[in-house]
């Protein structure tokens, strides 16, 4: 399993050497691995989706750039400035680094996805946070998730999480928000391994073809829902202008058809989001 000092920035892994303490306090791991639908150890057929063709990290990270509550918040793509903790902060940085508890320790059941609480939420607010920066990665992180203490924000009262392979971490994360239509399914988090990711995009396209369950998706995050997981399109203006609510609705283009035509369904909108313009379509069923 990889150590969290291969994965950090050059500085803070010389930064670290530095420090007068033994090397064990700091080797705290990424969580690794994945989630089934079933609980088997492979993906429930009943998701009615073909594992060797559905998408994975590459397909669905441009696509997902706006559902991780990116709606309600500046965009604000600024890259992190580089590591230079001052002497006083040194001894800080292990509070930052401190190991979460593990699944098995806190009695989560392997293979199967579960609802944690809020104290399991806190004792694993570390780990989920690895898991969804390595999701959002290649668009600079979730707009919503700064800091493992993001992963308390009160609007994100539904999450979903498993512990799949040998080890006793958790290895995928989904989550969204309550609303009066549903869940609105907000964001992911993986270990960025090709297996895991399947079996999260299984479970979640499994779960978005329920009743009271949607997303806003575009680009690959369409293509591995809609065209490989067969998740229906919100063709509706109506019903996708009402999910929206008024002030988002007024500031929507309703298109149908997509405007540049790279991609199929009617249920294509332009709206604002973070004060850009972006196009979107709505799947799942409200």
Do not use: C
């Amino acid at each position: 399993m990889k150590k969290i000092k291969e994965d950090l920035p050059i500085k803070l892994k010389d930064l670290m050497s530095t420090i007068d303490i033994n090397n064990s306090e700091l080797d705290v791991t990424f969580a690794d691995h994945h989630g089934l639908q079933d609980g088997s150890g492979s993906p429930s057929p009943s998701a009615g989706v073909d594992l060797d063709t559905i998408g994975t990290a590459d397909d669905i990270e441009a696509g997902y750039e706006a559902v991780g509550g990116g709606d309600e918040t500046d965009l604000d793509n600024e890259m992190s400035h580089e590591f230079g903790l001052p002497t006083e902060s040194r001894m800080s940085l292990l509070a930052i680094l401190k190991e979460d508890r593990s699944a098995e320790e806190l009695g989560i059941p392997k293979g199967k996805y579960v609802n944690p609480s809020q104290t399991e939420l806190d004792n694993l607010k570390q780990t989920l946070f690895n898991l969804i920066q390595t999701a959002y990665a290649p668009i600079g992180g979730h707009l919503k998730f700064k800091s493992p203490d993001d992963i308390k924000n009160p609007d994100l009262k539904y999450w979903r999480l498993a512990d799949i392979d040998s080890d006793p971490e958790i290895d995928v994360v989904y989550f969204g928000k309550k609303t009066p239509f549903g869940i609105k399914h907000t964001g992911i988090g993986h270990d960025g391994e090709k297996p895991n990711i399947k079996n999260l995009l299984i479970k979640k396209s499994g779960e978005l073809k329920r009743s009271g369950n949607y997303v806003e998706v575009s680009g690959g995050a369409f293509d591995s829902f809609v065209k490989k997981g067969n998740v229906p399109i919100i063709n509706d203006e109506e019903s996708v202008r009402k999910v929206l609510g008024d002030r988002r609705s007024k500031e929507t283009t309703w298109h149908g058809k997509h405007p540049t035509g790279k991609s199929s369904g009617d249920g294509w909108y332009t709206r604002k989001i973070g004060g850009k313009e972006i196009t979107k379509t709505m799947i799942g069923k409200v």
